[in-house]
């Protein structure tokens, strides 16, 4: 473990899409059976999403957001893409089946090296910066991009107004950089998978079980299928579970964490698990109100915008938590670097 | 060195296409055209190929790279509780959610942690490098390294070109973390080039166009390739990659027994073998009666080359792979006969002579 964060960025698509806006097109709410109360006022009790940014489908590509999530956390650490060694990207939503997203960044970016691309959903920031470490240890250098873009738009069904206000669409990157033996960077970090209920937030359709076809539109099986109970359950458990193992690796203990990035699946399901480990929820960053479930890239986004906000001070502890879809979990605990103040301590990275 | 090849399993579904049968319903192929070549004779001269696999009804990714998994438990006496990691490669997942490297671990009843990698036909390079990197540093100990694909997916049943070359199939390892031996993994060299990313393109039924009644109308889920610039790129970049990773490795083309290619066409991998001028015979070459199976090429040509006892202990491999990115990458072997070594403890002790 010695990836240090040295640059963060995000990218949401331009257009807004709020809950009022939502009700008015009509997918499948029913005030009635919500004792009266308009889709803003049920949704806001529960995942916290008033807003959140979709993209011009069939226009934008993951690749597209990623890219400029991409720029600015390079910007911000100074550098660019041909310096960096490696780029590992987490999506389920590739701008093609070939080439990959992270093919069109890396020639976005001018950037000559080695990418790979991980197929995953929520937790796919947390496991691409855990590749991301490992790999530039084995490989034997030290600058690379992680970057997690989903347009899980795509695949929420119109009518389902549960899919339709809680998913949004965007890109988080980090720029992490090599430094064994660091004070900063990744402690330490827990994963964990279980293929046998994959089927409880899964898209059927267009894949090589169900290919595309008029059966496979017809029947709307290119959207995705959630089984809210067992999800939420599973999600709030895993958030906990998470934060409470990756710290007990690192030898902190939860009182000396300073904040908690938990992947941005509901409010509702932060304040849970926040309640479960017995940590403020002040702690917690949730920005979801504005974002919605951006599935891999809530962590990242969220990262960024409490970075720019000037959250973070140097040396503070902060645990990275995610679950979702395979299902799967992941959490990294890391110390944050402030470049500007640790110049200013004579610390270095 | 380190992580060492216990067991190689693959798997080949049960149809079997023959150049005469895509043939006889192919709309874009005519005699006359191919200066009164049949199929057969034009797909042998091309690229090599003269059979190729396809799924059944119903069967998909997930399904060929769980039996190979099984073959390759079974090659190499581990217990699948013994597994803590699964990486695979494909591009062809069974749904978009979830991964068909987590139906494999359900199938398989194991609860080691799956990774998938979304990769072409550079993907097993690819998977075997996250599998040691995953490893050498955080701690896992037994993997089963997979690659898979489902290709006839892509294929554009109006153009007979793809239906030659490409297949279906499934391949996969057991590697194991030893300590202390001059056998398993030894270098890497891998890279990519984004900028020729078109080379090989599914335009539609992704992020950017999204699988729709216009995307099924125009066949924009199908594949197009840019076949002249990828043959001497793939001849290029294979050749290249070969040469570094055995200079990496402290090595010489000398030093190398075998070549375990990613198989795009058997013409591509005979003209590498002229550049690197090594004999023909080094070369693995499964293409003929698999096609072009993508991440599963290397992994299912290892376990065919296993099967007939061609690899002998202590022999250096060299495993190249190009692919749609466009990325390479290139991986040094020394092959360990495990089933020599083992006396009852799977893959324990390899105790065979120089381990």
Known sequence: MSAVIIGTGHDLPEQVVTNDELEAMGVGYDRARAGGKSLDEWVMARTGVHLRHRARLGVEGSSDFGTRAAQKALAMAGLKGSDLDLIIMSTYTSDHRAPNSAAIMQDNLDATCKFLQLDGACPGFVDAVILADAMMQFMNVHTALVVSSDITTLYCLPTDFMMMTTFGDGAGAAVLRREPGSPYGVKAHVTGTKGSIGKALWVPGGGTKEPPSFEVLAQGRQYAQWSHKETYAFATEKLAEGIVQVAERAGWSLDEVKWYIPHQAGRNIALDAARNVGQPAEKFIINIDHTGNTSGASIPIAMDEANRAGRFADGDKIILSAMGAGLAWGAVALVWYDPARAAAEGKHP | ?355
């Open chain 2, 1 to 355: 060195m380190g992580n060492v090849i216990i067991g190689t399993g693959s798997y080949l579904p049960e149809q079997v296409v023959t150049n005469a049968d895509i043939e006889a319903d192919a709309e874009d192929f005519s005699r006359e055209k191919a200066h009164g070549a049949s199929m057969d004779q034009w797909a042998r001269e091309h690229h090599g190929g003269v059979t190729r696999h396809h799924v059944a009804p119903g069967e998909a990714t997930s399904d060929m790279a769980t039996q190979a998994a099984r073959r390759a438990l079974a090659d190499s006496g581990v217990h699948i509780k013994d597994v803590d990691l699964i990486v695979m490669s494909t591009v062809t997942n069974d749904y978009r959610l979830p991964q068909a490297a987590g139906i494999v671990q359900a199938n398989l009843g194991s609860k080691a942690k799956f990774i998938q990698v979304d990769a072409g036909c550079s993907g097993f390079v690819d998977s075997l490098m996250v599998a040691n990197g995953l490893m050498e540093t955080e701690g896992y100990e037994t993997a089963l390294v997979i690659g898979a694909d489902t290709l006839t997916y892509f294929n554009d049943p109006k153009k007979f070109m793809p239906r030659t070359v490409f297949g279906d199939g499934a391949g996969a390892t057991v590697l194991h973390k030893k300590r202390d031996t001059d056998y398993g993994v030894k270098s890497f060299s891998t890279g990519s080039d984004g900028d020729l990313g078109d080379y090989v393109w599914v335009p539609g039924g992704a992020s950017k166009k999204p699988f729709s009644q216009d995307v099924l109308d125009n066949g924009l889920h199908y594949w197009r390739f840019r076949f002249p610039d990828i043959y001497t790129w793939a001849v290029e970049r294979m050749t290249r990659c070969t040469l570094e990773v055995v200079k990496k490795s402290g090595l010489t083309l000398d030093d190398i027994k075998w070549v375990v290619p990613h198989q795009a066409s058997v013409n591509i991998v005979l003209d590498v073998a002229k550049r690197l001028e090594l004999p023909e015979e080094m070369f693995i070459i499964t293409y003929p009666h698999t096609g072009n199976l993508s991440s599963a090429s290397i992994p299912i040509a290892l376990d065919e080359a296993n099967s007939q006892s061609k690899f002998n202990d202590g022999d250096w491999l060299v495993l190249p792979a190009v692919g749609a990115g466009m990325a390479w990458g290139a991986v040094t072997y020394r092959w360990h006969d495990y089933k020599a070594g083992r006396n009852g403890h799977a893959g324990a002790n390899g105790s065979s002579g120089g381990g």
